[in-house]
């Protein structure tokens, strides 16, 4: 019981929502060229500016498709559901208010933000690390989950993620989304041969020229492996993937990074701005990054991915011969 809107995307992936990096230019690109685009609803400093973007991609997409009469993709806002976030409910009013296609939810499945979705015919998809998170997830009614393997960029999980496609399709029906070192369309195709029903990439759009990350950032991305990607609290105090050499640029050392402990990014900030801080200086990205040698614009990049993930499917198709 796959969402319906997948069926009609010129590839199964979704872009995912990247902090500081993912804008309405991003989103509005990916639409527009057949993939989901979204952004966190936090990357806008109020609510305020939270809707005048929201406004700004419903607006973008409806030109696109008055001018050319083809239908972009959905488009979805990432919401952090949890107590230290005080934004939550006065940006999901907004949610509501626009009719946002998809919400993607981190940090707390709650019925009632599903219900207040749904009421408007939304959709939720939540993102999980673990089975038992998926398990209560599902219990709060969400429409989709988002399978966060090891690799991942930004607060990666653990699990390898055919383990982890196993364990959540055993009893979960509905969407999945699998994520960690997707990025190409060979990696898209394989996503979908483990089990998942949609890819959900996030690395390899930081790599775009939509996106708006630093063009030091882009290169060093280009110029890392998967053994330049750092799995650590100290940044945040959730373990996540981050760049090796952001990391030294910062003065954080291997001892450090391999401590549980958050490190004080000073403490005359609060603790949200300390976050943004942290995360602006300091360069998340996933072990895909063996993969990404270039910045194509969205368009570009989607074009390259559709032709890998045809050639893979039809390569699987050939080998299928083989054994029959």
Not at 257 to 266: A, Y
Request: net charge negative.
């Amino acid at each position: 019981m796959k969402a319906a809107f997948i069926d009609q995307l010129s590839l199964p992936v979704v872009a995912a929502p990247m902090f500081l990096i993912s804008g309405p230019q991003l989103v509005i690109e990916c639409c527009k060229n057949g993939i989901v685009g979204t952004f966190p609803a936090l990357n806008q400093r109020t609510t305020d500016g939270f809707e005048s973007w929201v406004i700004e991609i419903k607006e973008a997409l409806a030109a696109f498709e008055a001018e050319t009469g083809k239908k972009a993709a959905p488009f979805g806002v990432n919401l952090i559901v949890h107590q230290s976030n005080p934004r939550v409910e006065a940006d999901l009013a907004i949610c509501v208010k626009h009719k946002v296609p998809l919400i993607i939810t981190s940090l707390g499945a709650v019925t009632q933000l599903v219900d207040a979705v749904h009421s408007y015919g939304g959709l939720v998809f939540h993102d999980i690390i673990k089975k038992r998170h998926a398990e209560k997830a599902a219990e709060a009614g969400v429409d989709g989950l988002i399978l966060v393997s090891a690799g991942a960029g930004g607060h990666a999980g653990v699990t390898n993620p055919m383990s982890l496609v196993a364990e959540v399709r055993s009893f979960y029906n509905k969407t999945i989304l699998l994520s960690g070192c997707i990025s190409n369309g060979r990696d898209v195709a394989s996503a979908l041969q483990m089990g998942a029903d949609l890819a959900y990439m996030g690395t390899r759009f930081i790599n775009v020229e939509e996106s708006n990350a630093d063009d030091g950032y882009r290169q060093m991305i280009i110029d890392s492996n998967a053994s330049d990607i750092v799995y650590t609290a100290a940044v945040s105090g959730v373990s996540a993937n981050f760049l090796r050499p952001s990391l030294e640029a910062m003065g954080i050392t291997e001892e450090m990074w391999g401590n549980s402990k958050k490190i004080d990014f000073g403490s005359e900030l609060d603790a949200a701005k300390a976050e943004a801080k942290a995360w602006k200086t300091i360069w998340s990205a996933g072990q895909g990054v063996t993969s990404i040698s270039n910045v194509l614009p969205v368009k570009d990049l989607v074009q390259q991915m559709k032709q890998e993930f045809l050639a893979s499917i039809e390569a699987l198709q050939q080998l299928a011969k083989r054994y029959r």
